[in-house]
């Protein structure tokens, strides 16, 4: 998940990372603490990965997994697959172990176990679901369809418990002026599809997935027996389309200083009339009064106007087809099946949905994820892993302190600043002190639909409940079985949750040098997150304030401005470059990762020469760690929706695009003038 929309909802979880694959049994590292080797043989890495035709100088990423990309189909029911996938895999076999568990014994009534599951065991009673039909969401369909005025829908939009979409989107979040408190925000919002692009971009293979889409919202309209389907869905997509043309693109959403507009509600008002505020407020339970944190705050304007001048009637259509389509993993299979067609298939590439004990799976691991975890933690996770991952973290932390210190670009007043910054870090690893309370959400066994709605008003007064109240830094904002790692800028803090460290990652019983390049150049991204060229402006105590000298800021923002231009001459599929400016700061992090991880390998090694284990030396084993790391195979339609969405570069650039700027890595495999990857020193780009 981007650490922007992280850092956007701040203490709220309101997003499930859910991912889920086929059973493969467990093999976890409690179970291979018994064992004599690691878990991947022979030493934490495959030699038939390799592609032993590919050298290394020409295609690193292809010369370290090209054995494994060849070797390896993409599952019909997924995406994409690779190294998180195995770990996804690995934890959904755990879940569904704790899950059979609480089936068999006796559970408190409201405990977080009854809750777990009675959740899941609604969600796999398909023979209720099929025989309630669309009885469940009738209530709900029949209010939106009475909406008569602009103040309804917007009440609507803002019903915490029907989950519906609106142009503009209010929640609470950490104030990035003033980091240990609450504040209201708002941002853009509203449309269906991944990103603007989709909507606005000239490409034929995008023509193809907006028609689908213009389908899809039919065929929504119509599951709900609604008439004259076709126009109203083209006016439904019109109406995305010109939110869509309002909204910022990613690169300027990105950005911390343009995105931090306080204001008072009243002002909010004055600026962007048009929009029923209070009513929305009012729904939300949020104040309509004192000060809100305006993102996109040349968009807000042309969106109030937008809603205000859409007739009422576009909108309950609006309204119809997002609220089936986003309801319906717990309708009917018909309904599901329908929805699939477009944001499975059309969208993603995916062949066939997830099982659906997969699903119920992702379910209560999304929704009540540190209820989940708290049994995960206790079961699978070995308190030795977190030991180990703490002195990692803290080798990485003094690898970048060295770094800091010998940088050519920075001042001293800077460095001292940098420093600072630094060694207030908070590393958050492995799971949380302090857990979720679950104890105000009520979860009624047989009543999957009201479980759900009752989870979303529950999640909303979770998150209203923080306003005005003093940030807490031993909660965490995600779950420790997330396969997953993150930097919150406000809180200056790292998190490393245990969902990451096992194998192919992490393995204590591997190399050291591979998983220094594994989980350390992870490490190391999320630590370069306070580094990169966003997380950079905000200071040692998570405030959005400049601790720069502008000479040093200037230096900083040259070397970005290079970087950002190596990746726009990327282009991944035919026409579709990457966006060098979208993924500077996962770019930052990634360069920044690999370099202090081999650093803290060769600190680790102590003077002593690294073993060579076959023919490998620990330098060149770092780098595989990294391309092992990020071993990952997608479909073309996932990688599409990642280029023109994601934050992140495609996988092979995560790999190549940062070693070739990396002399280390030249060094270890003695790539030369000629070789593909090589670039002449001047033109490597070195910023931490
Ligand atoms: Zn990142």
Known sequence: MSRLLKSLLGGVALISLAACATTTGDAGPKMMAEEEGPMIEPWGYPLDAFDPTTRPGDDFFQYANG??????EIPSDRSGTGFSVIMQERNEARIAEIIADLSTSDVAAGSEGQKIRDFYNDFMDVAAIEAKGLDPIAEDVARIRAAKTHEDIARLMADPSLGLPSPIAIYVTIDSKSPSDYVMGATHSGIGMPDRS??????????????????????????????????????????????????????????????????????????????????????????????????????????????????????????????????????????????????????????????????????????????????????????????????????????????????????????????????????????????????????????????????????????????????????????????NAFYSPNRNEAFIPAGYIQSPLFDPKADAAINYGAIGSIVGHEIGHGFDDQGSKYDAQGFLQSWWTEEDRAAFDALGDKFAAQFDEYEPLPGLHVNGRQTLGENIGDLAGVLVAYHAYKEHLNGEESPVLDGFTGEQRVFLGRAQARRFKRTEESLRQRLLSAPHSPMYLRVNGMVRNIDEWYDAFDVQPGDELYLPPEERVKIW
């Open 67 to 72: 054995g494994w990309l060849a070797a390896t």
């Open 198 to 483: 989709y909507y606005l971009r000239e490409s034929e293979r995008l023509d193809e997935t907006r028609a689908a889409y213009k389908e899809h919202l039919a065929r929504m309209l119509e599951l709900l027996g609604e008439d004259n389907s076709a126009k109203r869905a083209a006016a439904v997509f019109d109406l995305e389309t010109a939110i869509a043309e309002r909204h910022w693109t990613r690169a300027e959403r990105r950005n911390a200083d343009l995105t931090y507009n306080r204001m008072t509600i009243a002002e909010l008002e004055a600026m962007a009339p048009g929009m029923p505020w209070e009513a929305a407020l009012d729904t939300l339970g949020l104040p309509s009064e004192g000060d809100i944190v305006v993102r996109e705050k040349s968009a807000f304007p042309s969106l109030a106007a937008l809603y205000a001048e859409t007739p009422v009637a576009v909108w309950r259509d609006y309204l119809l087809a997002n609220y089936i389509s986003s309801n319906a993993a717990f309708l009917p299979d018909y309904v599901y099946q329908a929805n699939f067609e477009f944001f499975g298939k059309a969208l993603n590439g995916q062949e066939e949905p997830r099982d659906r004990e997969k699903r119920g799976i992702a379910l209560v691991n999304g929704r009540l994820d540190q209820a989940v975890g708290k049994e995960y933690i206790d079961r699978y996770f070995p308190e030795e892993s977190k030991v180990l991952m703490t002195e990692m973290f803290e080798d990485i932390r003094s690898a970048l302190s060295v770094r800091i210190d010998n940088l050519t670009w920075m001042t001293d007043a800077t460095k001292v600043k940098a420093q600072e910054k630094l060694a207030a870090m908070t590393a958050k690893i492995a799971y949380p002190e302090k857990w979720q309370d679950y104890s105000e959400l009520d979860i009624v066994s047989g009543d999957l639909f009201g479980n759900i709605k009752r989870h979303r008003v529950w999640s909303q007064a979770e998150s209203n409940n923080r306003l005005g109240t003093k940030v807490d830094k031993r909660e965490w904002f995600t779950a420790p079985q997330t396969v």
